[in-house]
């Protein structure tokens, strides 16, 4: 772990007033770091959806629970409920294709696999989930010709190292007990819409985090968990990325490390998920556009920064964005 150094406050009054207790020593007690106890990330997917029925309890459990998680939607159901796939892409999900009307690919003509890719990929983009870079293929059935197609697209195909068999009845234990034989950078298949994988999402969380493991992105580089780099649908920007990464935890705040690569000139942008709030920075020049959002730029101490957010209940880290500037 870095040195952290001394944060630059935001001139809040809650800000103020807790780091004013932190420096008198003792009031603020340190607790243990869960985010920075990540000793792997491990890759939740849930597909067939949006759904106006599923899809918002979907997000709020997993936004309560702290976990981020990779959506494979149909591009049916996309352009059927388009706020759905926004509404996954502004919790923090990333967004993956799944083809968009479900069908048995593999017994297509490649045209017909070109137009169900095709038109999930525009669907999602133009529903603001980002353009995918993960597809899922149904049934999680695949051969040469459609990963060429896939490859046109420039989709990674993922499929999965654990089926939670949620789609088959499985138990609410059972999806939890799937979820405990993940290892580091594992992928598990689960599915929006069984209510017995809604009612696992707690226990979900606190089987990951019993094991030391987190949930991270998917890499569009390898299909693999990874730690998420904020940049949504594992995008990198347009000439440069910042990636976080957990600092220390405190009982009602975390700091958030952001490393910036890729450029020296650069401005990202941090989205803080309400009612959270950002206390204050290191080592960059900000400004804050909105109540939930902060804007970064360089002020000669290099590309690494961070930020102290109090939580106020919601500990879903922030999305991150860079251009360059
Ligand atoms: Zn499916």
């Given at each position: 772990?870095?040195?952290?150094?001394?944060?630059?406050?935001?001139?809040?009054?809650?800000?103020?007033?807790?780091?004013?207790?932190?420096?008198?020593?003792?009031?603020?007690?340190?607790a243990?770091?869960?985010?920075?106890?990540?000793?792997?990330?491990?890759?939740?997917?849930?597909?067939?959806?949006?759904?106006?029925?599923?899809?918002?309890?979907?997000?709020?459990?997993?936004?309560?629970?702290?976990?981020?998680a990779?959506?494979?939607?149909?591009?049916?159901?996309?352009?059927?409920?388009?706020?759905?796939?926004?509404?996954?892409?502004?919790?923090?999900?990333?967004?993956?294709?799944?083809?968009?009307?479900?069908?048995?690919?593999?017994?297509?003509?490649?045209?017909?696999?070109?137009?169900?890719?095709?038109?999930?990929?525009?669907?999602?983009?133009a529903?603001?989930?980002?353009?995918?870079?993960?597809?899922?293929p149904?049934?999680?059935?695949?051969?040469?010709?459609?990963?060429?197609?896939?490859?046109?697209?420039?989709?990674?195909?993922?499929?999965?190292?654990?089926?939670?068999?949620?789609?088959?009845?499985?138990?609410?234990?059972?999806?939890?007990?799937?979820?405990?034989?993940?290892?580091?950078?594992?992928?598990?298949?689960?599915?929006?819409?069984?209510?017995?994988?809604?009612?696992?999402?707690?226990?979900?969380?606190?089987?990951?985090?019993?094991?030391?493991?987190?949930?991270?992105?998917?890499?569009?580089?390898?299909?693999?968990?990874?730690?998420?780099?904020?940049?949504?649908?594992?995008?990198?920007?347009?000439?440069?990325?910042?990636?976080?990464?957990?600092?220390?935890?405190?009982?009602?705040?975390?700091?958030?490390n952001?490393?910036?690569?890729?450029?020296?000139?650069?401005?990202?942008?941090?989205?803080?998920?309400?009612?959270?709030?950002?206390?204050?920075?290191?080592?960059?020049?900000?400004?804050?556009?909105?109540a939930?959002?902060?804007?970064?730029?360089?002020?000669?101490?290099?590309?690494?920064?961070g930020?102290?957010?109090?939580?106020?209940?919601?500990?879903?880290?922030p999305?991150?964005?860079?251009?360059t500037?």
């Open positions: 772990m870095s040195i952290t150094p001394r944060p630059r406050l935001r001139a809040t009054v809650t800000g103020l007033a807790v780091a004013a207790s932190a420096l008198a020593g003792g009031t603020v007690t340190a243990p770091s869960q985010a920075a106890a990540c000793n792997g990330y491990v890759g939740l997917t849930f597909d067939d959806g949006p759904s106006a029925g599923q899809t918002p309890a979907l997000l709020n459990a997993l936004k309560q629970n702290g976990l981020r990779t959506m494979f939607n149909q591009g049916n159901n996309a352009a059927a409920n388009p706020a759905q796939v926004k509404a996954q892409a502004d919790a923090g999900m990333w967004v993956g294709n799944h083809s968009y009307s479900h069908p048995h690919l593999t017994q297509q003509s490649q045209a017909q696999m070109d137009s169900e890719i095709s038109r999930t990929q525009q669907a999602i983009a529903a603001g989930g980002g353009t995918p870079r993960l597809f899922r149904p049934y999680g059935e695949t051969d040469a010709t459609l990963r060429s197609v896939e490859a046109k697209y420039g989709l990674t195909e993922v499929i999965w190292d654990v089926d939670s068999q949620d789609w088959n009845g499985a138990s609410t234990d059972a999806i939890v007990q799937a979820v405990s034989r993940l290892t580091g950078g594992q992928v598990i298949l689960m599915h929006e819409w069984p209510a017995n994988t809604l009612a696992a999402i707690p226990r979900i969380a606190q089987a990951l985090s019993a094991k030391g493991l987190c949930s991270g992105m998917i890499s569009p580089q390898t299909g693999r968990a990874v730690a998420p780099d904020g940049g949504g649908n594992g995008g990198g920007g347009q000439g440069c990325t910042a990636t976080l990464s957990a600092g220390e935890k405190w009982g009602d705040r975390y700091n958030l952001v490393a910036v690569s890729g450029s020296g000139s650069w401005t990202v942008t941090m989205n803080v998920p309400s009612p959270a709030k950002v206390m204050s920075t290191w080592n960059i020049s900000a400004s804050y556009p909105s939930q959002v902060l804007t970064a730029r360089p002020n000669g101490s290099g590309n690494s920064w930020a102290t957010i109090q939580a106020n209940g919601n500990w879903t880290w999305t991150v964005s860079c251009t500037s």
